[in-house]
């Protein structure tokens, strides 16, 4: 499938996961083979779309070496029709740029560009840092949308203007300005993505291609099913999937860090063998475990925990 300007429409696939990072108990080093395990598993439960060194897989923690080091297992532990995308942004344009062509040789399917942070610089800096990073390797980009994180927002000249570049392709959504990306959608041949997981199925029904998510490595095979039955214009099914979503999200989303309720969770559920986290994130305390895994046991269609 493709769209009007003949780029394809899910150019990253549909049911993306941003996934965690597991290390080693004292959080010295990345783990490795857990990465690997963990990529297994979310490619088996509904994930066609991988996302490494992301928000959720404490990117601001890693090293350049453990940035792709992490790549290279994650790319080696899942087969070609799973798509794996890596975090290559930072602040500083010159970093971004020398990041991008260290992952280049590692067989991704594309590259993750958020807006340079803590910085907030103009619209024309954005425009210039996000452009020389893509014009660095022959990737494919993902824009990351995320203000709230970022301090500054994408403006709808700047998502014009960048959706004339050849290989920037979409954009994860945490704006959650549906109304600015229907006229983007409209008007270009940019591909969105939802990140925001409580807002998955309103993207779904205006035209999003899918989801990077961070509860897909808990409910994947949920999110799967709610696509699918978008897909196929079965708005009853999709919200029933929703709906059994929903305490999910609330549960890993709305009350720790998503990084750290979602390693938890996996931890909880036997995917992963513990969840240390780096600073700052410190790890759930036994009150956030419990209420975690009350709720995972709970939802329906989720795998329990042990």
Do not use: C
Not at 18 to 31: C, G, M, N, S
């Amino acid at each position: 499938m493709t769209s009007p300007d003949s780029r394809p429409l899910r150019p990253f696939g549909t049911v993306g996961t941003a996934v965690v990072t597991p290390f080693t108990e004292d959080a010295h080093e990345i783990d490795l083979d857990a990465a690997q395990a963990l990529a297994a598993h979310v490619s088996e439960h509904g994930n066609d779309l991988i996302v490494v060194s992301g928000t959720t897989g404490e990117a601001p923690t890693l090293t350049d070496v453990e940035k792709i080091e992490l790549a290279r297992a994650v790319r080696a532990a899942v087969g070609p029709e799973i798509k794996v995308v890596a975090g290559v942004g930072t602040y500083d344009t010159a970093h971004s740029i020398d990041l991008a062509r260290a992952h280049a040789e590692l067989g991704l399917d594309g590259l993750l560009v958020v807006t340079p942070y803590y910085s907030k610089p103009s619209q024309a800096g954005i425009i210039a840092h996000t452009t020389a990073v893509a014009d660095a390797t022959d990737l494919p980009v993902m824009l990351y949308d995320i203000p709230g994180r970022t301090g500054a927002a994408l403006a709808y000249e700047t998502l014009l203007r960048l959706g004339e570049h050849d290989r920037i392709l979409a954009i994860k959504d945490a704006k959650a300005d549906l109304l600015q990306a229907t006229r983007v959608m409209a008007e270009t041949g940019l591909a969105y993505y939802s990140g925001e997981d409580g807002l998955n199925l309103p993207w779904l029904t205006i035209g999003a291609a899918g989801m990077v998510s961070v509860v897909g490595q808990v409910a994947g095979d949920l999110e799967k099913q709610m696509v699918e039955a978008v897909d196929r214009s079965d708005l009853v099914a999709a919200r029933d999937a929703h709906n059994r979503l929903a305490p999910v999200v609330e549960a890993i989303m709305n009350h720790i860090p998503g990084a750290v309720a979602a390693k938890a969770a996996l931890a909880l559920q036997g995917v992963l063998p513990h969840a240390a986290m780096r600073g700052p994130h410190v790890p759930a305390d036994a009150d956030q475990l419990r209420a975690l895994a009350a709720a995972l046991d709970a939802a329906d269609g989720v795998p329990p925990t042990r």
